[in-house]
T-cell receptor
Framework: GAVVSQHPSWVICKSGTSVKIECRSL??????MFWYRQFPKQSLMLMAT?????????EQGVEKDKFLINHASLTLSTLTVTSAHPEDSSFYIC????????????FGDGTRLSIL | GQQLNQSPQSMFIQEGEDVSMNCTSS?????WLWYKQDPGEGPVLLIA?????ELTSNGRLTAQFGITRKDSFLNISASIPSDVGIYFC???????????????FGKGTLLTVNP
């Protein structure tokens, strides 16, 4: 199998708080992990590509100082939403793929973030 | 950037009916993937296709990688209520290589199955 665990599954916090989301590949090593954002009834929007041991690559329009990504090991990447505001409320999903050419991405169960 | 045109946008069917959805692109893809997403959860990989012309089945699901590498379809036979969800096609474009291998996603097909 290829299991990806994401934690927490949902979080509610006050405006101005920083929130950390973890993404773990449980039964395989993932050189590359991906962070997506999904709005209701829409497709997944790639935010950034997380590479183990190096800086993340952010998509155009995504603020790297707002969404901090750390990929310190082959099984863990974290996304920190800094000084979150209501407009950051969304469904955040991570994925991971095995090392190798064109491997499928396997997704976590997502994190529902609600900023009050 | 490359885009995937997924259709239909939504489908309402009766239990037991067969379903077909497809994705097309104006440019070629190296892989085609089909995912299903249930409400409040992450997408789950259903079928992965790696070669042009490849036809792969997974239970009641069948998917094909178009011979031109610009399209793919997913069929679901004898639908059941638990097939309800959003189905996404996705693919790796030739220029998404290196260490990233980003996926391009279709906009999804919302499937509703009436018991």
């Amino acid at each position: 199998g290829a299991v990806v665990s994401q934690h927490p599954s949902w979080v509610i916090c006050k405006s101005g708080t920083s929130v950390k989301i973890e993404c773990r590949s449980l039964d395989f090593q993932a050189t590359t992990m991906f962070w997506y954002r999904q709005f209701p009834k829409q497709s997944l929007m790639l935010m950034a590509t997380s590479n183990e041991g190096s800086k993340a690559t952010y998509e155009q329009g995504v603020e790297k100082d707002k969404f901090l990504i750390n990929h310190a090991s082959l099984t863990l990447s974290t996304l920190t939403v800094t000084s979150a505001h209501p407009e950051d409320s969304s469904f955040y999903i991570c994925s991971a793929s095995r090392t190798g050419s064109f491997q499928p991405q396997h997704f976590g169960d997502g994190t529902r973030l609600s900023i009050l | 950037g490359q885009q995937l045109n997924q259709s239909p946008q939504s489908m309402f069917i009766q239990e037991g009916e067969d379903v077909s959805m497809n994705c097309t692109s104006s440019s070629i893809f190296n892989t085609w993937l089909w995912y299903k997403q249930d409400p409040g959860e992450g997408p789950v990989l259903l079928i992965a296709l790696y070669k042009a012309g490849e036809l792969t089945s997974n239970g009641r699901l069948t998917a094909q990688f178009g011979i031109t590498r610009k399209d793919s379809f997913l069929n679901i036979s004898a639908s059941i209520p638990s097939d309800v969800g959003i189905y996404f096609c996705a693919g790796h474009a030739p220029n998404s290589g290196g260490s990233n291998y980003k996926l391009t996603f279709g906009k999804g097909t919302l499937l509703t199955v009436n018991p």
